[in-house]
């Protein structure tokens, strides 16, 4: 096939000191690195030479997958990433660069080729020294220069904000260089989608693209514009929803096995802390997690959410204490499922089984049959009820004894009621 794009360089730009989401070039993706799913998906555009540019920190942990993938590897200045961009150019002596970031697995190659087609027919009509498409999801996009510009533009300017972003100390400077912003066609234009890896929610995204396309695997082919934009449109990818169940000590494996049967069903997560009290944790959380088309290893959450990493938090707790209520508040709309205690004053939703009477808090909105029944249930045959006994020992929370009482003796029933 004839080679096109000569003097191209694709050079993506990697470190391993991020700060919102550390290390997350090298997080596992479908069992691959981030970095391997942006370098694969790159190696799509005909190019001359194919490179990553990083800092010296970064270099020895990035070099395996950088020759695994058979790019090139150059270091430069950690902040000065326009430093980094013309030591590569000025060792290379490329025409043109095509420039992504690494923190972009899900990036539309097929805009990139396009792009660098549209380049080259602007520049045969007057000179041009920048361009990229508007509109694409962040984190599907990239953008094209001429190497000689950016070198020129480089002694230049000295403005940090320049200097860390390499593109705006080309068209932050209009009078001395021509930049072209165009409207990016249709298959491409999905500007309200994010589709970057930035923050812990972002993962928790890209995870779950990565399940519902390729079954939590890296595919042999880069996705498609048409199956990122199909995967990031569904709402089990773009709304995550957390599961918090009961894992202490004395309150069974109901809550547990609940929360982590309805992740399976919906897509979602289920919190399951290192420190759990409910000895029996680990091995239930094994068995859906051996269960064909089960659960998988990146449903399992073992750290507390940071603020908006789940769209929703459901808990299914019995009980929880202030604190903890108070924490989950913070971070997410909450929707407590059969919620006992005193604090549901902090949650958004509330869904009972048993439904409060004489309560001061809101009545259920949604009837909650969607909950899973009790698998081991008692049978009895048919009989029929002439007395009713309506007694409550301990503790009646939901005040329930007097209004049966007064139910069942409107109802015709003798009853005879113990009060607590």
Known sequence: MKKTNAGLAVIIQCRTSSTRLPGKALKLLGGKPVLEWTLNSMRKVCADRYIVATDEASYDELLPVVQRCGWELFAGPLED????????????KC?????????????FYEAAELLCTEFEKQSEISKCDYMTWTGLPHGSGVEIFRADSLLEAAAATTDPYDREHVGPALYNHKNKFTSLFFKAPSRFYFPEYRTTIDTPSDFRRALAVVNRLSGGKMPSEPYTTEQIVSAVKDPSVHDTVLFVPSVKKGCGTGHLRRCLKAAVDSGGFVYVPKDAGLEETEQVVSEYLSLEDGLKDYQIVRTFPEPN???LIVTDLFSMDKPLAEKLHEVSVVAA????????????YLLDIIPSDNENRAANLSLPAFIEKTVNRRTVGTFTVSKVLVTFGGED????TVPAARYFAGAGYSVTAILP
């Open 81 to 92: 990433v326009l430093e980094r961009y013309c030591i590569v150019i000025r060792s290379i």
């Open 95 to 107: 025409r043109t660069v095509l420039r992504a970031t690494a923190d972009n697995p899900f990036l």
């Open 309 to 311: 990493e789940f769209s």
């Open 337 to 348: 499922i059969d919620e006992g205690s005193a604090f549901t004053s902090w949650c958004d």
């Open 397 to 400: 929370p939901a005040n329930l």
